[in-house]
């Protein structure tokens, strides 16, 4: 493969950039897992060993009603522009509108990197991308995506700096998540020895724990008997856990035993052998041929995040080598919660190699998803709170004097741009001049560094797949497709969404009802405006299958 053209560093240019000037704006590392569910973490409730995430939260926030989108892209777009991902043709509001994993956002909507540049940011990305046009031509410095989903030891298709690089040959000792946090670190050296009076912007954006479950048989070995309980057992001590650090959720859900996938796939289900279920069953009826499988691939996916954190602590080493660390602020989130998705996609399944190798192509499920997503109901792709709550944990030493605390107000990936460039600028984000596009609708983070105050907003809004809700203060109204029935819940009482109210406040579903549909309507104004035709052929949504 390719080396890396970044150059590395020696001991007296290390030396030379903790004596140089350093810049007074904040550095930025977002840090973004993809498929993690929201109690994945040690210090969210988890099981699974996170060390070096577990102190970032002990010397800096965690927020407990954090939201993404429910799905990978349009997480990615809101994120990086603060806008809505319908707004910017990023997700689709109906099919035809110019939307979807293809869309092209308007020229109003720059990614934050670009954004960042006039304000006198290097900008780095290492890993998935997942967005419209290319790194480099969006702002960023240096660049490595992965542009293959579907394997971790030996990926296919990736780019350096919007080059194509050659595919990782298989008898190499190569593992993705570990590749993405060296690339950040050499950006982060280099940024070091050439451009330590600027401040920098590293996107870091890991592919664990998404599906295909792969990992280092090494680091599945630490998981290999720690679920040997099942879901239902540890999904209870995972809410039990979450109680005793406080994140003031009262109630755990039940698991939705008839709740799959989300895409019905029965053909690729069946290449994974006849110990794979779609459904999270009660534990007590699997079969012990069943058992040992499901305990197998959830053993694989807690290794995946072991090792990501493991990684993100190189990085973090990285910083404090060059003292950069507290300066610099750090997000970690997750772009959607754990998916209850099963398929066989790269190079198929082969189920006489060992789980977790490059031959096989496994995934959670609905049962260890409904485990990862604790305490809330369904998964990835819906807009209940299991599919779009994430661990959001914020570390700044130098600008969050608080240590250790919680953070209950609502917010939304929308916030994170608004929240980075009043840092960056001295001053909340206003639209340019002469640009036409609409005010974004998130809200800056900053004033809950301070202290726990709940950030002032009209709504928190949501669409993916028809997929609807709309969350203004502690009421929710959420819907499963287009078509499907408003269910009311206040989350006040109820994070976990097990008591629908729709039918005893009927006034209260049509208002947020018709505010749902107010916004829709102006997002999808800003879609089509000047939307380029849609792409032919791919694009097409797959048939939702909720049971």
């Known amino acids: ?30 840090i973004l897992a993809d498929d993690m569910g929201y109690s994945d973490l040690g210090c969210y409730g988890s099981e699974i060993a996170t060390p070096n995430l577990d102190q970032l939260a002990a010397s800096g926030l965690r927020f407990t009603q954090f939201y993404n989108t429910a799905r990978c892209w349009p997480t990615r777009g809101a994120l990086m522009t603060g806008y809505y991902a319908q707004q910017i043709r990023r997700d689709w509001i109906e099919r035809g509108d110019g939307g979807g994993g293809r869309g092209v956002r308007p020229a109003w909507a720059p990614l934050l ?40 030891f030996d990926p296919k298709n990736h780019t350096e700096d919007d080059q194509p690089l050659p595919p990782v040959p298989s008898n190499t000792r190569f593992y993705l998540t570990t590749h993405i946090a060296e690339h950040a670190i050499q950006c982060l050296k280099e940024h070091a020895e050439k451009y330590a009076a600027q401040p920098f912007f590293e996107y870091l954006c890991f592919t664990s724990p998404h599906f295909p479950l792969h990992a ?15 879901w239902d057992v ?15 959720i009262p109630k755990l859900s039940e698991i939705e035993r008839e709740v799959g996938p989300p895409y019905p796939f029965p053909d690729d289900v069946a290449k994974l052998g006849p110990d794979e279920i779609n459904r999270p069953l009660p534990w007590s009826r699997l079969s012990p041929a069943q058992r040992e499988f499901q305990v197998n691939k959830m053993a694989i996916h807690a290794a995946m995040i072991d090792r990501m954190d493991r990684e993100i602590g190189r990085v973090l080493d990285e910083l404090r080598r060059t003292g950069a660390l507290d300066n610099t602020i750090v997000f970690f989130l997750s772009d959607n919660g754990a998916s209850a998705e099963m398929m066989v996609r790269g190079d198929g399944h082969n189920p006489q190699l060992p789980p977790g190798s490059a031959g096989t192509f496994l995934s959670i499920g609905p049962g260890w998803s409904s485990l990862a997503n604790t305490p809330f109901r369904r998964h990835k792709t819906w807009v209940h709170e299991g599919g779009i709550a994430t661990s959001l944990i914020v570390h700044w030493p130098k600008g969050i004097a608080t240590r250790g605390q919680l953070r209950h107000t609502p917010a939304h990936v929308v916030d994170i741009a608004p929240t980075i460039l009043e840092l960056a600028g001295g001053k909340p984000l206003t639209p340019p001049p002469g640009k036409e596009g609409p005010p974004l609708p998130g809200r800056s983070l900053v004033p809950a560094f301070a202290k726990d105050v709940t950030i002032a907003r009209d709504s928190i809004w949501l669409l993916h797949e028809g997929n609807r809700a709309l969350r203004v203060g502690d009421w929710k109204v959420v819907s499963t497709g287009a078509d499907g029935p408003w269910e009311l819940y206040d989350l006040g009482k109820d994070r976990a969404e097990t008591t629908n109210l729709a039918a005893k406040n009927p006034a209260k579903v049509r208002e947020l009802a018709a505010a749902w549909k107010k916004q829709t309507d102006e997002y999808q104004m800003w879609a089509k405006k000047d939307a380029p035709p849609p792409p032919a052929g791919k694009g097409a949504g797959r048939k939702k299958a909720a049971k």
């Open 113 to 152: 990197s670009a954004t960042l540049k006039p304000l006198g940011y290097r900008t780095y990305h290492s890993g998935k991308w997942h967005i419209d046009g290319k790194p480099l031509q969006n702002g960023f410095d240096h660049d490595y995506s992965i542009d293959d989903h579907n394997r971790f």
């Open 234 to 248: 540890m999904r209870q001590e995972r809410f039990e856990r979450m109680r005793k650090l406080g994140l003031a």
């Open 216 to 230: 280092p048989a090494e680091d599945i070995a630490k998981y290999r008997d720690r679920y040997n309980r099942g």
């Open 1 to 30: 493969m390719k080396r890396l053209l970044l150059p590395l560093l020696g001991s007296l240019a290390a030396c030379a950039a903790l004596t140089a000037a350093t810049p007074t704006r904040p550095n930025i590392l977002i």
